[in-house]
């Protein structure tokens, strides 16, 4: 990480960054139609977040990826969406705005001479010089500070699962816009309700309420000798209690086994449920919060991976023909693992057996297309496979996860447009993510916060001075 960041200032000095991020800043002609299309009710960050979803058209990490790059390279794609998307956001940042308050006029463009905070400054359309010198300030301290808050970490667990800096920065912008986290800049105003004054430390003074004229308040005398003066609130707003109905309702309670059923198969730490429930914990609404989780199953070390699974599988079809004989994928697979590449569809974060909804596919494969061409590629895959992982020594876990099988399923039954298929997951997926996003709601979790560790205790960690 060092070595990296190093070799980025070497590239980078000040001025040339500031022409390079203004080389850079263009935006797809379809965000901004897109931009231009939506409703002025939707919220800028659901905007905002989805225009940057939308520019992974632009992404140069995942069409690397999907060309085989070596995983050695990555930081460099990484590094080049990074640039790319921090370049374009002032503008699209500023047709929100002028959307939403400007009746629609769209900014001026980028001035190349000037820096990123004047132009985005500018676009939003205010020229006053110390405004945009404020702007200078906002834009340095809003910056992350340590990796652990709920924006920071959801682009880095979304990241987690390779996909691209677009989704994972689009992921933690859905997490920003939490009213336990950025949107709390947006809460409503404070109403002070005791206008007397108390006594000299006027703490009670200090008492606010989010509702407008919430109390009537008169001051008492004190009791005795007190130097307290005492205040009567009463409340001037009738109580919910007392001007709705109450509703009775009848709630099952589940049984442990119940709870278990209802997670499913995602146990809610794979990046697509954690996303969605990290993203909800700063009380980020379900739409965001799963819009989030779906940024992290587009990542091919995870959903995706069912769509890399049939792209990796037609590839060795091209390459060896219909009949293959085991020697002939032991060696694709070493050409692979070679290559810096993942097999995919073998493997899992915490399985340590064949997954279960393999082997149900695959049971179901047994029974309806015995027969079929690429299930019989796919059955073999799983005699040659699991070895070979064994023998490289690295996977943990050899064998076979759900991503493996469902293509070839959907593939017999005529749905062949593999592009799709993570969007399929997605819909299934929400049964069990939102089921327990609803849980996570009931049972008051909090704003969730992992560690983290400034450089000084990194380096500490790694033994270096
Ligand atoms: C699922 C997956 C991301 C889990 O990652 P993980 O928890 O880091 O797994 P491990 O701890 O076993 O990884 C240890 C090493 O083995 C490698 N490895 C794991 N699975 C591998 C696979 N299928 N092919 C090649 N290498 C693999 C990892 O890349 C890692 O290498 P590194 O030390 O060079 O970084 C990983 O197994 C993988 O990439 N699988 C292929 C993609 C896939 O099928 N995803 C769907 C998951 S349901």
Same mark, same amino acid.
């Given at each position: 990480?060092?070595?990296?960041? @190093?070799?980025?200032?070497? $590239? @980078?000095?000040r001025?040339?960054?500031?022409?390079?991020?203004?080389?850079?800043?263009? %935006?797809?002609?379809?965000?901004?139609?897109?931009?231009?299309?939506?409703?002025?009710?939707?919220?800028?960050?659901?905007q905002?977040?989805?225009?940057?979803a939308?520019m992974?058209?632009?992404s140069k990490?995942?069409?690397?990826?999907?060309?085989?790059?070596h995983?050695?390279?990555?930081?460099?794609?990484?590094?080049e969406?990074?640039m790319?998307? %921090?370049?374009k956001?002032?503008?699209?940042?500023?047709?929100?705005?002028?959307?939403?308050?400007r009746?629609?006029?769209?900014?001026?463009?980028? =001035?190349?001479?000037?820096?990123?905070?004047w132009?985005?400054? !500018?676009?939003?359309?205010?020229?006053?010089?110390?405004?945009?010198?404020?702007?200078?300030?906002?834009?340095?301290?809003?910056? =992350?500070?340590?990796?652990?808050?709920?924006?920071?970490?959801?682009?880095?667990?979304?990241?987690? *699962?390779?996909? =691209?800096?677009?989704?994972?920065?689009?992921?933690?912008?859905?997490?920003?816009?939490?009213p336990l986290?950025? $949107?709390?800049?947006?809460?409503?105003?404070?109403?002070?309700?005791? +206008?007397?004054? +108390?006594?000299n430390?006027?703490?009670?003074?200090?008492?606010? !309420?989010?509702? *407008?004229?919430?109390?009537?308040?008169?001051?008492?005398?004190?009791?005795?000798?007190?130097?307290?003066?005492i205040?009567?609130?009463?409340?001037?707003?009738r109580? %919910?209690?007392?001007?709705?109905?109450?509703?009775?309702?009848?709630?099952?309670?589940l049984?442990?086994?119940? %709870?278990?059923?209802?997670?499913?198969?995602?146990?809610?730490?794979?990046?697509?449920?954690?996303?969605?429930?990290?993203?909800?914990? *700063?009380l980020?609404?379900?739409?965001?919060?799963?819009?989030?989780g779906?940024?992290?199953?587009?990542?091919?070390?995870?959903?995706?991976?069912?769509?890399?699974?049939?792209?990796?599988?037609?590839?060795?079809?091209?390459?060896?023909?219909?009949?293959?004989t =085991?020697?002939?994928?032991?060696d694709?697979?070493?050409?692979?693992?070679?290559?810096?590449?993942?097999?995919?569809?073998?493997?899992?974060?915490?399985l340590?057996? +064949?997954?279960?909804?393999y082997?149900?596919?695959?049971?179901? *494969?047994?029974?309806? $297309?015995?027969?079929?061409?690429?299930?019989?590629?796919?059955?073999?895959?799983y005699?040659?496979?699991?070895?070979?992982?064994?023998?490289?020594?690295?996977?943990?876990?050899?064998?076979?996860?759900?991503?493996?099988?469902?293509?070839?399923?959907?593939?017999?039954?005529?749905?062949?447009?593999?592009?799709?298929?993570?969007?399929?997951?997605?819909?299934?997926?929400?049964?069990?993510?939102?089921?327990?996003?609803?849980?996570?709601?009931?049972?008051?979790?909090?704003?969730?916060?992992?560690?983290?560790?400034? +450089?000084?205790?990194?380096?500490?960690?790694?033994?270096? @001075?």
């Amino acid at each position: 990480m060092c070595a990296c960041s @190093s070799a980025i200032s070497v $590239l @980078s000095p000040r001025q040339s960054r500031l022409e390079e991020w203004n080389e850079r800043a263009e %935006i797809p002609n379809h965000v901004i139609t897109m931009l231009n299309n939506f409703p002025s009710k939707l919220h800028p960050m659901s905007q905002f977040s989805a225009a940057i979803a939308a520019m992974n058209s632009e992404s140069k990490f995942a069409k690397a990826y999907a060309e085989g790059v070596h995983k050695s390279k990555y930081w460099e794609l990484c590094y080049e969406d990074s640039m790319d998307l %921090i370049a374009k956001l002032p503008t699209v940042a500023a047709i929100i705005y002028r959307n939403l308050y400007r009746e629609g006029n769209p900014p001026d463009p980028i =001035d190349k001479k000037k820096d990123w905070s004047w132009n985005y400054t !500018s676009m939003l359309g205010f020229d006053n010089p110390q405004f945009v010198e404020l702007m200078r300030l906002y834009l340095t301290i809003h910056t =992350d500070h340590e990796g652990g808050n709920v924006s920071a970490h959801a682009t880095h667990l979304v990241g987690s *699962a390779l996909s =691209d800096p677009y989704l994972s920065f689009s992921a933690g912008m859905n997490g920003l816009a939490g009213p336990l986290h950025g $949107l709390a800049n947006q809460l409503p105003h404070y109403h002070q309700y005791v +206008t007397c004054p +108390t006594r000299n430390e006027r703490t009670i003074d200090l008492a606010y !309420s989010n509702v *407008a004229e919430a109390y009537k308040c008169s001051p008492l005398p004190p009791l005795g000798d007190s130097d307290h003066n005492i205040i009567s609130l009463m409340p001037k707003y009738r109580p %919910i209690l007392k001007t709705r109905k109450p509703i009775s309702q009848q709630h099952r309670v589940l049984t442990p086994d119940g %709870i278990e059923r209802l997670q499913g198969d995602h146990e809610g730490g794979n990046v697509s449920a954690h996303a969605t429930h990290l993203v909800g914990s *700063a009380l980020s609404d379900p739409y965001l919060s799963f819009s989030a989780g779906m940024n992290g199953l587009a990542g091919p070390l995870h959903g995706l991976a069912n769509q890399e699974v049939l792209v990796w599988t037609t590839k060795l079809q091209e390459a060896l023909g219909g009949e293959v004989t =085991d020697d002939q994928l032991r060696d694709f697979i070493w050409n692979t693992l070679k290559s810096g590449q993942v097999v995919p569809g073998y493997g899992h974060a915490v399985l340590r057996k +064949t997954d279960p909804r393999y082997m149900c596919q695959r049971e179901f *494969a047994l029974k309806h $297309l015995p027969n079929d061409p690429l299930f019989k590629l796919v059955a073999q895959l799983y005699k040659v496979v699991p070895d070979i992982l064994i023998e490289q020594g690295k996977a943990k876990n050899p064998w076979p996860n759900v991503d493996a099988h469902s293509g070839v399923l959907l593939q017999y039954y005529g749905l062949t447009e593999m592009n799709y298929y993570t969007v399929m997951f997605g819909v299934s997926r929400a049964l069990g993510v939102l089921a327990s996003l609803v849980w996570d709601r009931a049972l008051g979790l909090p704003i969730e916060r992992p560690k983290s560790f400034d +450089t000084p205790s990194l380096k500490k960690l790694v033994g270096a @001075s």
